[in-house]
């Protein structure tokens, strides 16, 4: 993201219409997404939608194109939108939490540009507006369809950033491709709330500029978002 001029979003991630009560044969704890691997939250989330009849194989703790399918008719089911990204309000209705409608909103600042190269470090800024919970999580998304408007899961930059605050994104390789957004949303809570995400799509290039930084990103992420 080059953070030359701001851009503030907000983004409905959609409600839950009211309390929904179900019971989970475990407890999934943290959130998940597509590629998440040997994760006994996984495997809980496997066993609910398997109760559910709509996952059909043995949980694996692995999540990839079966799980995601099965999250995402479960998401439509309870009238969650169907990201087929387990977050706050899919935790919610498998933990079996009476989650009220969303009631915050997350502002996002940058990008500027609607290009961002592998290994540019960026800055991500936020803020909040009538959000119970006290940190943030910062994501990568990547939109996958219109009316509805969904998005999947790329990857989890920081998780536990405190809220009103702001995170280094260092674009992987695995972050490249278009129709990418950078997502500020809830962390784990029993309150709902609305999702902000950069104005714009992004254009990810591995144009090897940043060949140096890009193969580090992980340790420079985690240095830079303590």
Request: proline content about 4%; some cysteine.
């Amino acid at each position: 993201m080059l953070v030359s001029a701001s851009i503030g979003v907000l983004l409905a991630l959609g409600a839950i219409s009211a309390p929904v009560a179900l019971a989970a044969p475990s407890h999934v704890s943290h959130a998940v997404g597509y590629g998440t691997a040997h994760s006994a939250d996984v495997t809980a989330l496997q066993q609910f939608l398997s109760a559910q009849g709509v996952f059909n194989a043995a949980p694996t703790g692995n999540f990839y194109s079966t799980t995601l399918d099965a999250v995402k008719k479960f998401q439509k089911a309870n009238n969650i939108p169907a990201t087929g990204y387990v977050g706050t309000m899919t935790l919610a209705a498998i933990n079996g939490s009476s989650v009220a409608a969303p009631a915050g909103t997350f502002k996002v600042t940058g990008p500027s540009a609607s290009t961002v190269s592998v290994g540019d470090a960026q800055t991500v800024t936020w803020s909040s507006n009538g959000n119970s919970a006290k940190t943030a999580t910062v994501s990568v998304i990547r939109k996958t369809g219109s009316n509805p408007d969904t998005y999947a899961l790329v990857r989890t930059v920081a998780s536990a950033k405190k809220d009103n605050g702001s995170a280094t994104w260092v674009p992987a390789l695995t972050d490249a491709g278009a129709n990418t957004y950078v997502q500020i949303g809830c962390t784990l809570s029993a309150q709902a709330c609305r999702a902000g995400i950069s104005a714009a799509p992004l254009a990810v290039v591995n144009d090897g500029r940043y060949a140096n930084t890009a193969s580090a990103y992980q340790a420079i992420e985690a240095a830079q978002n303590k």
